[in-house]
């Protein structure tokens, strides 16, 4: 078992800068690969980025990249996502997610998730 638990959203202005936290517990986190997604009212849920977390890959949806950053804290069994240049668009409930395998984008693979967190990004 793996548990998540997310921190750090809020409501911020257009152009602002949020750092979202996931705190992993559990188990063993070298097989393990890690994800954010996040869903806006009516729409369906949308890869943001993943991470391995035993190697350096990192990838990125486009619509993010170059703005979003994912980092992690071996120690702390933490991953960071730092979302820079936020715009409105961008406003959504943000939930990380872990699996047991290769990283992914495909949100039905992951078989762990946290609660989520609000982000309202203002204009």
């Known amino acids: 078992q793996v548990q998540l638990v997310e921190s750090g959203g809020g409501l911020v202005q257009a152009g602002a800068s949020v750092r979202l936290s996931c705190a992993a517990s559990g188990r063993s986190f070298s097989t393990v690969a890690m994800g954010w997604f996040r869903q806006a009212p009516g729409k369906e849920r949308e890869f943001v980025a993943t991470v391995r977390w035993s190697s350096d890959f990192i990838y990125y949806a486009d619509s993010v990249k170059g703005r979003f950053t994912v980092s992690k804290d071996d120690a702390k069994n933490t991953v960071y996502l730092q979302m820079n240049s936020l715009k409105p668009e961008d406003t959504a409930v943000y939930s990380c997610?872990?699996?047991?395998?290769?990283?992914?984008?495909?949100?039905?693979?992951?078989?762990?998730w946290g609660q989520g967190t609000q982000v309202t990004v203002s204009s």
């Open positions: 997610a872990a699996r047991s395998g290769p990283a992914s984008t495909n949100p039905r693979l992951y078989n762990y």
